[in-house]
Nanobody
């Protein structure tokens, strides 16, 4: 069992930055690939970024490529999402998720554990 807790969400103006954190506990963190997902009102949850167990391989959705950076610190059992040049369309609840495998996937069905989410609101 893995417990995930996100933090760092908030209200920011367009063009601003936020850094989301996800703290994990319960199992050997480095055994898990991790992902960030988001869900905007009235829309389905979508993948934002994903990272393998070591941090050596990452994935970004086209909509955030070049603006967001996913990273992890296995010594701290944490992953991060640095979000720059934020746009109003980035407004959503952001979730971190853990997959019981070292390689990442982009489908939400591939992830076994989820955090409670953190709200990100970008004003225009």
């Amino acid at each position: 069992q893995v417990q995930l807790v996100e933090s760092g969400g908030g209200l920011v103006q367009a063009g601003g930055s936020l850094r989301l954190s996800c703290a994990a506990s319960g199992r050997t963190f480095s055994d898990y690939a991790m992902g960030w997902f988001r869900q905007a009102p009235g829309k389905e949850r979508e993948v934002v970024a994903a990272i393998n167990w070591s941090g050596g391989n990452t994935y970004y959705a086209d909509s955030v490529k070049g603006r967001f950076t996913i990273s992890r610190d296995n010594s701290k059992n944490a992953i991060y999402l640095q979000m720059n040049s934020l746009k109003p369309e980035d407004t959503a609840v952001y979730y971190c998720a853990a997959r019981s495998s070292r390689g990442y996937r982009t489908g939400q069905g591939s992830y076994d554990y989820w955090g409670q989410g953190t709200q990100v609101t970008v004003s225009s």
